[in-house]
Each structure stands twice: as C-alpha cells, then as structure tokens.
C-alpha cells in the first residue's frame, strides 16, 4: 500500500480507467509520491515568496487562502515537516478554525518565473503560544506581526508539467535584470567611447 491513494483516490482512479489515463498513472500508482523534502524541494521552497494553503471544515467545505512573505519564509523544519508565521491580518481566522476541528491541508506553490509548481498534501496545525518557534520561522526585518506558527506535515508531494503557467517576474526580479542590463550597457559606452577616442587619435597623427 502507497501513499498513492491518498491523491489518487478511489473517485480518481475510476475517472481515470474511464477517460484512458489509468494505465499511465499505473507506475505511480504502485511506487507512491516522495513524502519527503529532498534537496530539489527544499530549493523549490526556499525560492517561493508566495504560496496557497487550502482547508476544509469538518464537513468538508473548502477555504484557500493566500500565503505570502519574503522570499523563503516557508521553512524546512525537519524532513516532512514545513512551518512558517502567521502573521497578523484581517481577523477572520478562517483556516485556524478550518485546522481545529480538520486537519487535512493542502499546499500550492507556483512559480512563474521558472514555470514550475509543486503539489503537497498533508496535515496542518496551528502552534499557539510558542515564541521561540515562531522566531525560528519569522524573517527578521518583515514588515509584518507575526502571531503563531503553522506547522505542515508532508503525506505527499508532486511537481506539475509547466503546460498554462504564464511567465510572469516580481518587481525585484525585473529590477535585478534592469540592473544587469544597464551594467552592459554602461561598458559598451565605456568601450564606444575608447574606440572613438582612439579613431580621433589616428586621425589627428594623419
């Protein structure tokens, strides 16, 4: 038994033998989905400055909500563990209480940029009353106030196909380019202007 089920489910499965796709997916079914941070995911994450943590109630009514802070504040806690602050917002605690009585979650990253974006399913809870942990997942210097932790247990984790992920940069990214760019071109001018000295320097010796 694999951790397959867990995102193939019996609904999946089905859909999938009905549609065609069942016999693709069937290698995945038997190996599972890595559980795991690997070197490649802990890269994936410590690049991401925005994500989407999606909830349920007991019933099942779904929540997602936006996620963001500098880059890396997602931190690797352990191995199948992930944790960041919660910062203070707008008070509504709908995913707080979404965790209190469901703790299933479910992690989206993007990264359009690179096109690329990982899937984590998992188990989430909220750490109250814990300021050395939170000081661990805060990034000193935000410009936010942080509250309590949440900490998110990896059952599973995929990367998707870049296929429909628009390329899209942050205005610090743009800037960094903007800024390599204009070092180019302040060389060209630099070596522009040493040629053309130098042409005015033949043409004066004849």
């Known amino acids: 038994m694999t951790n397959a089920s867990l995102v193939f489910t019996p609904a999946v499965q089905r859909a999938q033998a009905e549609r065609g796709s069942a016999r693709a997916y069937a290698p995945r079914m038997a190996e599972g989905f890595p559980d795991r941070v690997t070197p490649e995911l802990a890269r994936f994450i410590a690049g991401q400055d925005t994500a989407f943590l999606a909830t349920a109630t007991a019933n099942g009514a779904p929540y997602l909500q936006h996620r963001a802070g500098p880059k890396g504040f997602i931190k690797v806690v352990d191995e199948r563990t992930l944790g960041f602050a919660d910062y203070r917002g707008n008070r509504q605690y709908i995913t707080l209480a979404n965790l209190s009585e469901n703790d299933r979650a479910f992690l989206f990253l993007l990264d359009p940029a690179r096109r690329q974006r990982i899937k984590l399913w998992g188990r989430a809870r909220v750490v109250e009353d814990n300021p050395a942990l939170v000081e661990v997942l805060f990034d000193a210097g935000y410009k936010a106030r942080p509250e309590r932790a949440i900490l998110f247990t990896i059952e599973a984790w995929d990367a998707n196909c870049s296929s429909h992920i628009v390329t899209r940069f942050t ?36």
């Open 171 to 206: 205005e610090a990214e743009v800037e960094q380019a903007f800024e390599a760019v204009k070092s180019t071109i302040a060389e060209l001018q630099a070596e522009n202007a040493r040629l053309r000295a130098l042409l005015a320097q033949r043409a004066e010796n004849g």
